[in-house]
C-alpha cells in the first residue's frame, strides 16, 4: 500500500532532549516536506527537499534539521527541543510539479515539556 | 501566490450533495487548485486538483468557472465521514513545493 510513514505517533518528553521523528515514503517520490500545525495557525511548512540531497528552508524552519540521504526517507530532527515546539507534525511527499498531490502522512502529535 | 477565501463552516444534510465554495479571484493561468480535507487531527488527505476543466473522481468532482475565479468541490452524496475541514488550494508552477492550506471550511454533515 502507497503510503507516508511516521514514527513516533505521540511522544512527550522534556526540553533540551533531542529527538528525531522519521517520516518514511514507498512511492518514489522525489519531493517531501514537513509541516507543522498549531491552532490558529493552519499548516506551516518547516522544509522541504526535492530530492537526495537537496534540502531547502520553509516558513518556520528555526530550531529544526533535516536530512535526505536516501531518497526514502526525510526525517525531521529537533537537536534542543523547547516548549514552543510542542505542535502536531505532518510530512508529506509528492513527485515533482505543481500537478503532482501531495501525500500526507498521519502526523506525530509532540509535546515538550 | 494566488489567495483563496472559503466560508468558514457549512451544513449539510446527510444522503445530500455538499457544495463547498472557493475563491480564488487572483489565480494565474498555470496555477492548479487543489482540495484536501483533515479530519479531525489525522493528515491532510488529497481530494481532487484541476487546472481549467472540470474533474471528477471517485470521491469529488471539482467545478471550476472559466474565468477560473472561484471553484466548488461537490461530494455528491454525503455521509456522517465526510464531517472534517475541507482546504481549497492554489499552487503555484514556479514554486509548486509551497502548499498554503488556508483556515479551510467545516464541513458538519448531520443525519
Known amino acids: 500500500e502507497a503510503q507516508v510513514t511516521q514514527n513516533p505517533r505521540y511522544l512527550i518528553t522534556v526540553t533540551g532532549k533531542k529527538l528525531t521523528v522519521t517520516c518514511s515514503q514507498n512511492m518514489n517520490h522525489e519531493y517531501m516536506s514537513w509541516y507543522r500545525q498549531d491552532p490558529g495557525l493552519g499548516l506551516r511548512q518547516i522544509y522541504y527537499?526535492?530530492?537526495?540531497?537537496?534540502?531547502d528552508k520553509g516558513d518556520v524552519p528555526e530550531g529544526y534539521k533535516v536530512s535526505r540521504k536516501e531518497k526514502r526517507n526525510f526525517p525531521l530532527i529537533l537537536e534542543s527541543p523547547s516548549p514552543n515546539q510542542t505542535s502536531l507534525y505532518f510530512c508529506?511527499?509528492?513527485?515533482?510539479?505543481?500537478?503532482?498531490?501531495?501525500?500526507f502522512g498521519d502526523g506525530t502529535r509532540l509535546s515538550i515539556l | 501566490d494566488a489567495k483563496t477565501t472559503q466560508p468558514p463552516s457549512m451544513d449539510c444534510a446527510e444522503g445530500r450533495a455538499a457544495n463547498l465554495p472557493c475563491n480564488h479571484s487572483?489565480?494565474?493561468?498555470?496555477?492548479?487548485v487543489y482540495w484536501y480535507r483533515q479530519i479531525h487531527s489525522q493528515g491532510p488527505q488529497y481530494i481532487i486538483h484541476g487546472l481549467k476543466n472540470n474533474e471528477t473522481n471517485e470521491m469529488a468532482s471539482l467545478i471550476i468557472t472559466e474565468d477560473r475565479k472561484s471553484s466548488t468541490l461537490i461530494l455528491p452524496h454525503a455521509t456522517l465521514r465526510d464531517t472534517a475541514v475541507y482546504y481549497c488550494i492554489v499552487r503555484v508552477p514556479y514554486n509548486f513545493n509551497k502548499f498554503y492550506f488556508g483556515s479551510g471550511t467545516k464541513l458538519n454533515v448531520k443525519p
Open positions: 487572483t489565480i494565474s493561468g498555470n496555477e492548479y
Open positions: 527537499s526535492m530530492n537526495v540531497e537537496v534540502t
Open positions: 508529506a511527499s509528492s513527485f515533482q510539479g505543481s500537478d503532482q498531490p501531495q501525500h
